[in-house]
Structure formats: C-alpha cells, structure tokens
C-alpha cells in the first residue's frame, strides 16, 4: 500500500479548505492506498473556524502554521521539504485549497499512477471554469510560454510526484519560485491526464490579470537562457524587416520584448537556494487535526 501525501497550501481560505478535506475523504473511499494531508498555512489573518469534520479515509491532518507569509509557490516548495525530511510517503500530490483543483480527479490521478508508478503525473487542463477574459489571457499565457521557452505547460501545482520527484524538486532552486515551471524544466518523460479546472468553492477567484503575468513571467524565468536567446533573435530578424519603418507603432514589439527579458531577469532572482533550504525556519508550530490507525 502506497502512502500518499496530499500538498495543500492555505492563505485565510479556511472555509474552502475544509470543504475540500471532505470532499477527499469520500473521493479516497474506494483507492487502496493511504492518504495523509499535509495544510501550509501561509500566516494567515483570519482565525480557522472550530471545525468538527469526522473523516473515514484520510490517515492523518497535519497544519503547519508559517511564521511569515512567502506566497503560494513558496507554501509548496516548504511544503514538499517538510514532507522529505519528516514524512514516510512514497507519493505527494500537490492542490489548491479553493476547490479549482478538482478532488473527483483523484481517482483518475492514482489510476494513471498505477499504470505508472515511476513517473511524474500530471493534471493537463482541457476546459476552464472562469470567464471569456480570462481563458483569452490564460491562452495568451500558454502561446507566450511557449513561444520564448519551447515549453507546452498545460499543468498546474496538481500533479503526482514520485518519491524520487520530490528529492529532485528540493535540490532544485527555481522550485523557490515557480512549481510547475520547476517540473517542466527536470521532468521532461511525464505523463498526464485530462483535467477540467473547478470553481472555487466559497469567494471570487484570488487570479488577478497582474498575477497570471507575473505567474507566467516565473515559469518563463526558469528557463530564461533560451529565452534571452529566443528575444535576440527574434529582436534581430524584426528590426532587420522593419529597417527603414521605424515608427512608435513598429517599435511596440520591441519595446514589449525588452520588457520581458528585463522583467524575467528581475523575477530569476527568486530562485535562491539558500532560501529554499533554510525555508523549514519559517515553521512556527506543526499541528495535528486528528489521524486515524488502520
């Protein structure tokens, strides 16, 4: 029987938290496997309601309260060395609290793993839930990815991580700043299944225009190298054809493009892997909701 630990950070979202814990515990009923989760709670503001949730299936709740808040990316990569260095897992599936990473989808993650037991899997998403707006800046988002960088990323923080994975992802510091990034740049072979991205369960969604920007510019920065290669040529071969044109509207392009390479190579600086193996200081206390012997 494997021992899977599911990631799940937490910023003051307590109440889509724990709708999300019950919606697992009856999701794991039917996988022979055991299933543990571990909460990071980014320093949040608002106090966790008293909460009386009985579960049947998972094994153990854990809290790990941060002492400074350091963003969702980092409450992963936290996460994911708390788990090597203290846990007995053999698997860990990182997931957004809000409900958008869809727990039915579970059962579909751990039969791929099955099938797969020692690769990387990932949770592609085929369909979005939010609206026209945003799948056209999401779109543009996957298009510029790929574009710069050669990467098609499909996939988000919901992904199954072998234990090898995991011991691959701390030594890694672009983990520090971009997850899925981090993923696409050291696990080429993976595998995946179809995913539909959910609603939130309680509250608006949190994806501002400004934050899928700059969580399109980290993945970006990770393999910024082939960007910056990618800009000069592209930069070259543009004002070459537009030689002799030089207006305000011929030079957006350019202009754009610069903005980019400066913006990731100020973004880069986030990979610190320093900071990344000093992160478990950030640890305020570790609580125990409850565990369960089987």
Known sequence: MSKIKIL??????????????????????????????????????????????????????????????????????????????YEDYDYVIPMDGDGEDRPEEITLLINKVNDYPDKVITANRMKRSEGFFFKLCYLLHKYLTFVFTGQSIKFGNFICLPKFAVNKMIKEKA????????VAKLFKDRKSIPSIRGKRSFGPSKMSFINLLKHSLLIIAVFKMILLIRSILFLITYL?????????????PVIVVIFMMLSVIILSKRENIIEYNNSLENIESVEKLNEKFF
């Not at 999701?27 to 608002?46: A, G, K, M, P, W």
């Open 8 to 85: 799940i950070p937490i910023y003051n979202d307590w109440k889509s938290a724990f709708k999300l814990l019950e919606d697992l515990d009856l999701q794991v009923n039917n996988l022979t496997h055991e299933f543990s989760v571990i909460i990071v709670n980014d320093c949040s503001t608002e106090e966790r309601s008293i909460n009386n949730f009985n579960f049947n299936n998972l094994k153990s709740i854990k809290i790990i309260n941060m002492k400074e808040n350091r963003g969702h990316a980092r409450c992963n990569a936290s996460g994911l060395r708390y788990i090597a260095e």
């Open 175 to 182: 983990t520090w700043s971009s997850f899925s990034g981090a």
């Open 240 to 252: 070459f054809l537009v030689i002799g044109k030089i207006s305000v509207i011929t030079l957006m």
